[in-house]
């Protein structure tokens, strides 16, 4: 081997200067494929616009109540495709294209869908020679013959159309020409079979089409070209949104000058932020949005797959399709092309028309997250690695001593016996059931993690089982694989297989994992997969899974078929009593209905912690709204400023996790100085005290598919200027938030929609923002600017405990914000926090409704019944109707009691002391002058 020794020193000159001026974490980009790298995107990207050789066979169309078919035809090729575009409930279309009679099966992904879509009835009202038109409820599709494009109306607005640049490409399948010059036994001259069958689609020009080489990495490609490719234009969208995940702004930015977004789950070692390279998750949908509606595009594809993007400013298209056809007004329009390497066109429209009616229809294809357990929304403390049971004893006593609630304590992989997962270190962990046991007693879970990746070891049984039983992931010539992760060698087991999965999943039975109780939940990380020496430091595409499927169509989803073992095992041990709680590294669509999500391996950089929430937003409008990043940043020391930030900043996320690297020094909320435990605690705090809100509004998360951290937009679709803001976010619509993202300021911009419409007031001081837009407000170490909505009522707990579990039957608080017409409302849900009973009904779910004079609690779901212990301590009204001097409440078991109405001239707030009522029963106030 040659010694490169000057790019050497160059290059550790580099580090050294880079790592002493910035202390920046750095990617190593080499490690990852750019565009120009990867075959397929070369070859997709390369495709010219307008030239596009695909037209509908005019004869072939037919139709039934709810799908229209029609063949497609590939001039250039001579490859005919079926194409089926069906009409779905709710506003959604989806467009099905594949080969006619391909050499072989071609992947179609499973499991992101969480039931059959329901269709709806779909009506021909016009065939014409070029084109036929359909409609299903108030929208409208048009199938274009030649060139063939796809138009969908709401109305009668164009919305979104498909292959309007004609950038649609789908290599069929082939079998590999063959040289005549290597080709000696002339037996196969003549024999179609032995030849490109349908040359005219260039595919077998590219060097990549049959072998692929990155690095030292040789991707042997038995079925060579298979990619797939398609264009979506939306006409009177301004911006894109979607395509998680990428460590970059929640509005996507032009690809133009840039490589396309990247999906492709990966281990990125130290990703950087602004950054379009693909991590550890990939939900292809993706939202286009203007003034006037919201459109998706939900892409059904799992294997790798790239996206350009040009939002509206950067589009200077030779007039677009509809500047075209509406005159000349220059109308905003964003276009998008994804790209996949494998597997077919399926891909869902989702016409809104409004931003939550988007998201909605996205998580009835794909499910929504079912109602968590009330303590994983409480403080989460992790970090590679609580050593050992006496230091897990400690952490959980010091949050006692310095009176932090916290609900959970974390293991990362130093928990086990050599990276053996479901075998604990005996020497560092000689009892855990005690551990969990004196954690429980204190009302706290343990989370412990476990990776997919199986150590090759002959004394372990789960590798010998595996082995013995053909589990895991396989070479084409039918070797296990073995890759390089934790334990050393290892190998992979293969999620697709059901008796893998059913195998798997009975390993978390209590009575198999030892040590654990129904009190300790699972962290699953690694499920890219991670392979430290594989490609791109994941799995060779060329491996085989279940089915004979190549690892090429099923990568992106390989973490979720993994989750959702997880997810069923911890139902099955727990009796089906208990709501599971699973985190996950990697995602797909659909890895909601398993998993919690958090941002991986940050860093302790400011830039990280503002990056948290655009990332968080972004997968939170795919359907992932429990989502958090680690606090702190999981490489490199925070110092007390950044932590600090940092924790105020997550206690209003969905997820709410401390973690670090084992290399770092310990960050618990005490080990800086006084004033830094305080201001730490009373971020934890508030956030215990929102827990009552956050609880209801993942219910109706559950229900409706609403996000619960929501971009401003989301609410505010008309109102320009929210749509590039991404470092404040709406927790429901009643809470603002707009956390402090640099060092050492004292003040920073709020921008505080609703146009005046809608007022806030500061949640700490109950004082009214009356300017619009964009405010400079001020702040100390101790605060961020959080706020809630005029018209809102919120509830809350105010006796804040060691954690969640010994809140249950806490009273509550209800913060009721008075708009310009006196009125207010709100919801609130209750249940037992942690069953499944909810389900069968046992719980309240109240309408808190304030009209100017008199608070009610009304029942939402009648037939629901809970009884909880939970009473009504205290309402405040901000803004309060003039001159109130007592109050009356009336409910069916106080009969009418009177109240004390003491109001505050400081901060214009009416309190209603001890109203005492039980929240599970229907009451009302009355204010009286
Ligand atoms: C309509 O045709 C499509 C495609 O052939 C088929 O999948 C679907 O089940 C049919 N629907 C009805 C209602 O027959
Ligand atoms: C459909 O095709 C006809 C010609 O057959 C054309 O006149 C008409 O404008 C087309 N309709 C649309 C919506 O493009
Ligand atoms: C559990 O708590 C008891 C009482 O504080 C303590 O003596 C014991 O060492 C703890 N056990 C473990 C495994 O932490």
């Given at each position: 081997m040659t010694c490169h020794c000057i790019s050497f020193y160059t290059t550790i000159l580099g580090v050294l200067l880079l790592s002493l001026l910035y202390f920046a974490v750095a990617v190593d980009r080499t490690n990852f494929k750019t565009c120009d790298q990867s075959s397929f995107c070369r070859r997709c990207r390369k495709v010219k616009p307008n030239e596009t050789p695909y037209e509908v066979v005019s004869s072939t169309v037919i139709q039934n109540d709810s799908t229209l078919q029609a063949e497609l035809f590939n001039k250039d090729t001579g490859v005919s495709y079926l194409l089926q575009l069906t009409s779905l409930k709710d506003n959604i279309f989806r467009l099905h294209i594949n080969e006619k009679s391909p050499l072989h099966k071609r992947y179609e992904v499973e499991n992101a869908l969480q039931d059959h879509p329901r269709q709806a009835e779909l009506k021909i009202v016009e065939s014409l020679s070029n084109n036929v038109t359909v409609t299903s409820g108030p929208n409208k599709a048009v199938l274009h013959f030649s060139p063939f494009?796809?138009?969908?109306?709401?109305?009668?607005?164009?919305?979104?159309?498909?292959?309007?640049?004609?950038?649609?490409?789908?290599?069929?399948?082939?079998?590999?020409?063959?040289?005549?010059?290597?080709?000696?036994?002339?037996?196969?001259?003549?024999?179609?079979?032995?030849?490109?069958?349908?040359?005219?689609?260039?595919?077998?020009?590219?060097?990549?089409?049959?072998?692929?080489?990155?690095?030292?990495?040789?991707?042997?490609?038995?079925?060579?070209?298979?990619?797939?490719?398609?264009?979506?234009?939306?006409?009177?969208?301004?911006?894109?949104?979607?395509?998680?995940?990428?460590?970059?702004?929640?509005?996507?930015?032009?690809?133009?000058?840039?490589?396309?977004?990247?999906?492709?789950?990966?281990?990125?070692?130290?990703?950087?932020?602004?950054?379009?390279?693909?991590?550890?998750?990939?939900?292809?949908?993706?939202?286009?949005?203007?003034?006037?509606?919201?459109?998706?595009?939900?892409?059904?594809?799992?294997?790798?797959?790239?996206?350009?993007?040009?939002?509206?400013?950067?589009?200077?298209?030779?007039?677009?399709?509809?500047?075209?056809?509406?005159?000349?007004?220059?109308?905003?329009?964003?276009?998008?092309?994804?790209?996949?390497?494998?597997?077919?066109?399926?891909?869902?429209?989702?016409?809104?028309?409004?931003?939550?009616?988007?998201?909605?229809?996205?998580?009835?294809?794909?499910?929504?997250?079912?109602?968590?357990?009330?303590?994983?929304?409480?403080?989460?403390?992790?970090?590679?690695?609580?050593n050992d049971q006496e230091d897990v004893a400690q952490i959980a006593e010091k949050f006692d001593f310095y009176d932090i609630p916290m609900d959970v304590i974390w293991l990362d992989i130093e928990w086990t016996d050599s990276k053996k997962y479901f075998i604990w270190d005996a020497r560092k962990f000689s009892n855990p059931l005690e551990m969990v046991q004196n954690l429980t007693t204190k009302g706290r879970k343990l989370v412990v993690i476990i990776d997919p990746h199986i150590k090759r070891d002959n004394t372990y049984y789960i590798h010998n089982e595996a082995t013995a039983n053909n589990y895991y992931v396989k070479h084409t010539d039918g070797k296990d694989y073995e890759g390089w992760c934790w334990p050393g060698a290892s190998s992979y087991l293969d999620f697709f297989d059901p008796k893998v999965r059913e195998?798997?999943?009975?390993?978390?039975?209590?009575?198999?994992?030892?040590?654990?109780?129904?009190?300790?939940?699972?962290?699953?990380?690694?499920?890219?997969?991670?392979?430290?020496?594989?490609?791109?430091?994941?799995?060779?595409?060329?491996?085989?899974?279940?089915?004979?499927?190549?690892?090429?169509?099923?990568?992106?989803?390989?973490?979720?078929?993994?989750?959702?073992?997880?997810?069923?095992?911890?139902?099955?041990?727990?009796?089906?009593?208990?709501?599971?709680?699973?985190?996950?590294?990697?995602?797909?669509?659909?890895?909601?209905?398993?998993?919690?999500?958090?941002?991986?391996?940050?860093?302790?950089?400011?830039?990280?912690?503002?990056?948290?929430?655009?990332?968080?937003?972004?997968?939170?409008?795919?359907?992932?709204?429990?989502?958090?990043?680690?606090?702190?940043?999981?490489?490199?020391?925070?110092?007390?400023?950044?932590?600090?930030?940092?924790?105020?900043?997550?206690?209003?996320?969905?997820?709410?996790?401390?973690?670090?690297?084992?290399?770092?020094?310990?960050?618990?909320?005490?080990?800086?100085?006084?004033?830094?435990?305080?201001?730490?605690?009373?971020?934890?705090?508030?956030?215990?005290?929102?827990?009552?809100?956050?609880y209801t509004l993942f219910r109706e998360h559950e229900i409706s598919g609403y996000p619960v951290m929501r971009p401003l937009w989301a609410h505010y679709p008309g109102e320009t200027a929210t749509f590039a803001i991404d470092d404040h976010l709406l927790v429901g619509d009643a809470i603002l938030v707009r956390p402090v993202f640099e060092p050492s300021v004292t003040e920073v911009s709020v921008y505080f929609p609703g146009e005046g419409k809608d007022t806030w007031y500061d949640v700490d001081t109950m004082q009214e923002n009356k300017t619009p837009g964009a405010t400079r407000i001020p702040v100390t170490l101790h605060k961020i600017p959080v706020y809630q909505k005029s018209g809102t009522i919120v509830p809350r707990k105010m006796r804040i405990r060691r954690s969640t579990v010994p809140m249950k039957n806490d009273p509550y608080t209800l913060v009721v914000i008075a708009d310009a017409e006196g009125k207010a409302t709100g919801k609130l849900y209750i249940d037992d926090e942690s069953s499944f009973e909810y389900r069968h009904g046992k719980y309240v779910y109240l309408r808190l409704n304030f009209d100017g004079k008199m608070l009610s609690s009304r029942y939402i779901d009648n037939q629901?019944?809970?009884?909880?212990?939970?009473?009504?301590?205290?309402?405040?009204?901000?803004?309060?109707?003039?001159?109130?001097?007592?109050?009356?409440?009336?409910?069916?078991?106080?009969?009418?009691v009177n109240l004390e109405a003491k109001y505050n001239t400081n901060n214009n707030v009416l309190t209603l002391r001890k109203p005492g009522v039980n929240m599970g029963e229907e009451w009302f106030i009355e204010l009286i002058n």
């Open positions: 494009r796809v138009d969908l109306y709401s109305g009668d607005q164009l919305v979104v159309s498909a292959n309007a640049r004609g950038l649609m490409r789908f290599e069929h399948l082939r079998t590999k020409a063959v040289k005549q010059s290597e080709d000696n036994t002339d037996n196969n001259a003549g024999n179609p079979e032995e030849t490109a069958q349908y040359p005219g689609d260039g595919a077998e020009d590219d060097p990549g089409a049959w072998e692929e080489n990155f690095k030292s990495h040789q991707d042997s490609k038995p079925y060579g070209p298979e990619a797939v490719a398609m264009d979506f234009s939306f006409p009177g969208a301004e911006h894109a949104y979607g395509i998680p995940q990428h460590a970059d702004s929640l509005a996507l930015r032009s690809t133009k000058t840039t490589d396309p977004y990247r999906l492709y789950n990966l281990d990125v070692f130290e990703y950087e932020t602004n950054e379009k390279m693909a991590l550890y998750g990939s939900i292809p949908v993706l939202y286009a949005h203007g003034k006037e509606r919201t459109t998706g595009v939900f892409w059904h594809n799992a294997a790798e797959t790239w996206v350009d993007i040009l939002p509206s400013a950067d589009n200077n298209m030779v007039d677009s399709i509809v500047n075209f056809m509406s005159g000349n007004v220059k109308k905003p329009q964003v276009e998008s092309h994804f790209m996949s390497e494998s597997g077919i066109i399926d891909v869902f429209f989702l016409l809104g028309p409004k931003p939550l009616d988007a998201f909605r229809q996205y998580t009835l294809l794909t499910g929504t997250a079912p109602l968590p357990q009330m303590f994983t929304l409480g403080y989460h403390q992790s970090r590679w690695n609580y195998y798997f999943g009975g390993q978390y039975a209590l009575d198999k994992f030892q040590g654990t109780t129904n009190d300790v939940y699972i962290w699953n990380d690694m499920n890219e997969p991670s392979v430290f020496n594989g490609p791109e430091i994941t799995m060779p595409k060329d491996l085989i899974h279940y089915g004979g499927w190549e690892h090429r169509d099923v990568h992106n989803l390989n973490g979720m078929m993994y989750t959702q073992v997880t997810y069923d095992a911890l139902y099955k041990r727990s009796g089906g009593t208990l709501r599971p709680f699973v985190l996950t590294r990697a995602h797909f669509a659909g890895s909601q209905r398993s998993a919690t999500v958090w941002t991986g391996d940050n860093a302790a950089e400011w830039e990280h912690l503002r990056i948290s929430y655009p990332m968080c937003l972004s997968v939170g409008i795919a359907g992932m709204s429990f989502c958090g990043a680690d606090v702190g940043g999981f490489f490199k020391n925070p110092d007390s400023e950044l932590l600090i930030r940092w924790n105020q900043a997550a206690a209003w996320l969905a997820f709410f996790r401390q973690h670090s690297h084992i290399d770092t020094k310990r960050r618990e909320p005490w080990t800086f100085n006084d004033e830094t435990t305080q201001i730490i605690r009373d971020a934890i705090r508030i956030r215990y005290s929102y827990l009552p809100y956050w629901a019944n809970f009884e909880t212990a939970s009473w009504l301590e205290r309402v405040d009204i901000a803004n309060p109707p003039k001159g109130v001097k007592s109050a009356k409440l009336t409910s069916q078991s106080l009969g009418t």
